[in-house]
């Protein structure tokens, strides 16, 4: 029997990391659709597992089930397993099936297996992704459709919107009156907004030569 924090409803898809002592080598992802899964200590194979005991090659590592995943152990590997933020523990040989030499372990939802031998460890878990994702429906096909005709309706509207000759010409009218409007606002702040008049003779008169002062300069002189 199952512990009570173990969930036995079917799973998604399946996840695994090689770990070769505390660093992590490897990790696979395995969708609900792709079972089983069979490992061999070859690049090609859907589980590249290497530096464990296999019987055979193809080896079945893991297969679907009613209840989610059931994992085969290599036969020189050591088990452990732990539930959703527990620690490792070794897993009770009643949960252990064993069928012609050979043992296997249900993979339950929330729980994480964790495979030894020699240096390496392998961590089992049940993948986040639940399903794979299907093809698009009516209703995404209306929204895909909305959001593109809001996308090219951006520079359409632009070029008709956008700036005519017309329009910039107008433009071009106001900035030039509105630079008029503040030049003569300055002039009248600097008191230069009066027009100019000609000098009265009795204003001529009473203005100061501005010759410097005068010097006698004899007839003849040298400069050396």
Known sequence: MLPRAMSTKTGGGL????YWGTNLSEAWSYGPEQAPVHAAPDEKAPLPLYGFTLPEEPFLFAERTERGWRIHLPPAARIERKLRGDAYGP??????RRDNGRTSVDLAEGTTLRLFEGQLSLVVQGSVVKERVGPLQWKDMGWLLVVS????SLPVGFLIAG??????A???TRALQLAAKKEAE???????DKPLRPLTEEERTQQKPDAGTGV?????????
Not at 163 to 168: G, L
């Open 186 to 192: 300055r002039r009248k702040a600097l008191g230069l």
């Open 15 to 18: 996840y695994c990391e090689l």
């Open 163 to 168: 700036p005519t000759p017309e329009r910039q």
């Open 149 to 152: 005709a809001l996308f090219l």
């Open 216 to 224: 006698n300069v004899p007839g003849f002189f040298r400069v050396r």
């Open 170 to 172: 107008e433009a071009n």
């Open 91 to 96: 897993v009770p040989e009643s949960e252990q």
